[in-house]
């Protein structure tokens, strides 16, 4: 079937057991409590998922497979000649739970290469389009164009059995995989590039190929996007985009449609599109002082000013972390050792240094700490890449590492349509006034 491929189903065969036993002796316990507030906001820290490539720490951070952000820098595969964790050695780890060597690494590579044609009826699609439209509207829209491509949809269709249902679907995760960045690299060149598009190079990397059809030719902008499809990859089960890729495929819809549905979550302003947010709002700051060198007392009003407005500040905060971001620092790293000049990735360092105090003066606020977003887009507008309404694809391409391999296991596991009960606020009320027995 192919190297990765089984040893997926030697892994997913194992853990299948596992957990068989685990629900047999106990499966009936009860893990944490809902409360009345959790249900009415967002469901906000209930515990009603399995992820098994991720985890997110609220000290530590993202921790992929038990390793965290500094420890993949260091022990994951290179480009040659790199210094930044090649993405396809982290799919690995995330796929499999071990982590890759070289060859390992070189080995995705080459089966993405080899998977990464992207019919025409796809970009005629997406041509269909206004230029006007959104990237992340183009992008999903090419996605689903891809759809037609879904091994598991025809398999499906001609009756495969559930015990085989992982098959198709590994091979539809790197599928899609594989062509995400020609989609990508095709959206951006159509919009902001007159459709002068560029054709992928078949000696580069993932993420390297991708900056090549971008037109970015620079050997650290490559390494950029080296760390960039890393450390965006996964954020454990309970985010927008993971959530919902994981729900649809409940429903076995296949990975083109279960991922097009999380990436439409991803392009809410409350989730990836706050990357874009960020370089948005540092913009609006500097032509409103005047200056692209703010002063951190200038900052400070600034931030004061947004906050007064009724505005939150984007980048920073979390619903989960206590600290700051891991993946804020290691783009910080990458910026310190790239770009120590830079304007506007001094701003953002400036910023970093005004925010916090003034958020724990609010109060309320527990985590007054930079997120991921607070930092990638000045890296990317230091190489040209100024197009911020961009970025969301970026993310998108990164994040089908994490959400097409837990998809992968998903259906290894058997995992069943996701179906929670819900209630109407008339029946809490007959639940308060003890007329409702049906929650106890």
């Known amino acids: 079937m192919g190297i990765i491929k089984d040893k997926f189903k030697l892994k997913a065969d194992a853990a299948n057991a596992e957990i068989k036993d685990i629900l047999k002796e106990h499966g009936t316990k009860k893990i944490g409590e809902v409360t009345l507030a959790q249900i009415y906001q967002g469901m906000r820290g209930i515990t009603g998922l399995v992820t098994e490539t991720s985890l997110l720490d609220p000290q530590d951070g993202i921790r992929f497979r038990g390793y965290s952000i500094p420890e993949l820098q260091a022990k994951l595969p290179k480009a040659e000649g790199g210094s930044e964790p090649l993405p396809e050695g982290l799919f690995h780890l995330m796929l499999l739970g071990e982590?890759?060597?070289?060859?390992?690494?070189?080995?995705?590579?080459?089966?993405?290469?080899?998977?990464?044609?992207?019919?025409?009826?796809?970009?005629?699609?997406?041509?269909?389009?206004?230029?006007?439209?959104?990237?992340?509207?183009?992008?999903?829209?090419?996605?689903?164009?891809?759809?037609?491509?879904?091994?598991?949809?025809?398999?499906?269709?001609?009756?495969?059995?559930?015990?085989?249902?992982?098959?198709?679907?590994?091979?539809?995760?790197m599928d899609l995989i594989a062509r995400l960045p020609r989609i990508a690299a095709y959206v951006y060149r159509r919009k902001y590039k007159m459709s002068e598009h560029i054709q992928p190079n078949g000696l580069l990397d993932w993420a390297g190929n991708l900056a090549h059809m971008m037109g970015f030719e620079d050997e650290s902008f490559k390494e950029l996007m080296r760390l960039y499809m890393t450390i965006h990859a996964d954020h454990e089960g309970g985010n927008v985009s993971a959530h919902t890729t994981h729900l649809v495929g409940s429903a076995l819809s296949d990975p083109y449609l279960s991922y097009a549905a999380g990436m439409n979550g991803l392009a809410g302003p409350l989730h990836g599109l706050a990357n874009q947010e960020v370089i948005k709002w540092i913009f609006e700051m500097q032509e409103k002082l005047g200056t692209d060198e703010p002063s951190k007392e200038q900052i400070v009003d600034y931030v004061k000013e947004t906050l007064a407005a009724g505005k939150v500040v984007p980048g920073y905060g979390?619903?989960?972390?206590?600290?700051?971001?891991?993946?804020?620092?290691?783009?910080?790293?990458?910026?310190?050792?790239?770009?120590?000049?830079?304007?506007?990735?001094?701003?953002?360092?400036?910023?970093?240094?005004?925010?916090?105090?003034?958020?724990?003066?609010?109060?309320?606020i527990k985590n007054p700490w930079p997120n991921v977003d607070a930092h990638s887009g000045a890296l990317l507008v230091h190489y040209g890449l100024v197009e911020y309404e961009f970025y969301t694809v970026l993310f998108a391409v990164s994040r089908s590492l994490g959400v097409l391999a837990s998809l992968c296991w998903d259906r290894a596991l058997g995992f069943a349509l996701e179906r929670p009960k819900s209630v109407t606020t008339e029946s809490v009320k007959a639940w308060l006034d003890g007329k409702d027995e049906i929650w106890e």
């Open 99 to 173: 982590l890759p060597n070289e060859e390992d690494a070189h080995h995705i590579s080459s089966v993405w290469q080899r998977r990464s044609h992207v019919p025409n009826h796809v970009f005629h699609t997406i041509d269909a389009l206004p230029l006007s439209a959104h990237p992340m509207t183009m992008f999903v829209t090419g996605v689903m164009a891809l759809q037609t491509e879904s091994n598991f949809a025809k398999e499906y269709a001609k009756g495969i059995s559930k015990k085989d249902y992982w098959n198709p679907m590994y091979d539809d995760a």
């Open 318 to 364: 979390h619903a989960v972390l206590r600290k700051t971001d891991p993946r804020f620092t290691a783009q910080m790293e990458f910026g310190k050792k790239h770009m120590p000049d830079d304007k506007l990735v001094n701003t953002v360092w400036n910023i970093y240094e005004a925010v916090p105090p003034i958020l724990q003066t609010m109060g309320k």
